[in-house]
């Protein structure tokens, strides 16, 4: 029954922020397509040794949070898509075209979750209706694995210090939390931190400019 009450008391909370300017803000940080453009503009003035030194810094963070977005969202969404493969296509898991066909179907709801933002919000219906589908979808398959997390997390100790109920609400609070993370923040941040490395990686050996990093 607390557990029934603090999904409730969350799910609220979590209804209330979704009809708030929060979450456009969530959503504005999240367009791909404009924050690229910032990294591009931002890297352009770092050349020379401090480009070495923070392409370093974001080769790290992007293998770190591509390990992230590899183990609690594009593998879930990989061991759903395959029985697609099979029953569709009728491909052998061991063929290498499935193999490939599966890896791209896996990363279809964050292609189409990042790279069509500005075409669904130009209110095209079929698109945004295919969004949703796969939002939804990335979230229920990713849900599995960070549930699965935050209850390791628990029986760690994790939300002991708290009363029962406050731990509870802090429990269900910390799934869907990684849930959004896996279906959306840790496959950004790999795109975003990866593209970084490569442009600070291109400007080590090209000569310093006159303007500096911002």
Known sequence: MNELLAW?????IIFLLANSNIADGLFDALD??????RVVDWTRGVRGFPAAVLAGCFLLLTLAFGALAWRYDLLPTYRFIQPVIRDVLFLSNEELFSILVVAVLALVPTLIEFATGVLIRREIKTLEFLAYFFV??????DFTEAAALVDEWQR???FAPLPSFIARVAEVFAKVSWTFAASFVFEFLTVLFGVAFLLLLANVRAPSGGGGAR
Do not use: S
């Open 32 to 37: 791909l397509g404009d924050n690229l453009r």
């Open 136 to 141: 939804f979808f990335d979230i229920v398959t």
């Open 156 to 158: 760690l100790g994790l």
């Open 8 to 12: 409730g008391v969350a799910l609220v």
